[in-house]
Antibody, heavy 115, light 108 residues
């Protein structure tokens, strides 16, 4: 059974960079699309972006040029970097398998942006 | 961006009742690219239905998805205690992928 586990700092300072990792067990990340999705009380579920099986990335325009999603096949991980964060980026962050429909989800990791 | 509007916002029902949830898109969505998720309190969303009407692995047949164009529906034939949760529709026909705001099904 595929399992996803997000990790990273729970607190990030404004203007800093939010960096999260999604560790995948029970299967290889190769050959699949992977996505990051966040959930905040005020805005519901928001798709952040995806990295496709061929390495192509696709990001939500609302995050402009602040987001980077990448994979590390050697460690079977997917990473998220979000720069220039503000309190509006406070949310639960989920990684998920899929670039469209999301069949497997991690448990999520809460990130707060505050000084 | 395709906006998905779910209705109603909240439903108060009893176990055993039938429930119908609505998801309306701001523009036509191919039925291949509409999904439904269930999110129980404190948990991650779980894929229930993809391609409008295909149940994901392990999803019981009391969950049924239907619809086309701009109007989609999730029906739960008989509510079980574990079905009280928030339900989201999502489209993946276009980028950015978007979710509806959710419908909460609560115990009456």
């Amino acid at each position: 059974q595929v399992q996803l586990l997000e990790s990273g700092p729970g607190l990030v300072k404004p203007s800093g960079t939010l960096s999260l990792t999604c560790s995948v067990s029970g299967g290889s990340i190769s050959g699949y699309d992977w996505s990051w999705i966040r959930q905040s009380p005020g805005k519901g579920l928001t798709w952040i972006g995806s990295v496709l099986h061929n390495g192509t990335t696709n990001y939500n325009p609302s995050l402009k040029n602040r987001v980077t999603i990448s994979t590390d096949r050697s460690s079977n991980q997917i990473s998220l970097d979000l720069t220039s964060v503000t309190p509006a980026d406070t949310a639960m962050y989920f990684c998920a398998r899929g670039g469209g429909g999301f069949g497997y989800w991690g448990q999520g990791t809460q990130v707060s942006v505050s000084s | 961006e395709i906006v998905l509007t779910q209705s109603p916002g909240t439903l108060s029902l009893s176990p055993g009742e039938r429930v119908t949830l609505s998801c309306r898109a701001s523009q036509s969505v191919s039925s291949k690219y509409l999904a439904w998720y269930q999110q129980r309190h404190g948990q991650a969303p779980r894929l229930l239905i993809y391609a409008t009407s295909t149940r994901a692995t392990g999803i019981p047949d009391r969950f049924r998805g239907s619809g086309s164009g701009t109007d989609f529906t999730l029906t739960i034939s008989r509510l079980e205690p574990e079905d009280f949760a928030v339900y989201y529709c999502q489209q993946y026909a276009a980028s950015p992928r978007t979710f509806g705001q959710g419908t909460k099904v609560e115990i009456k």
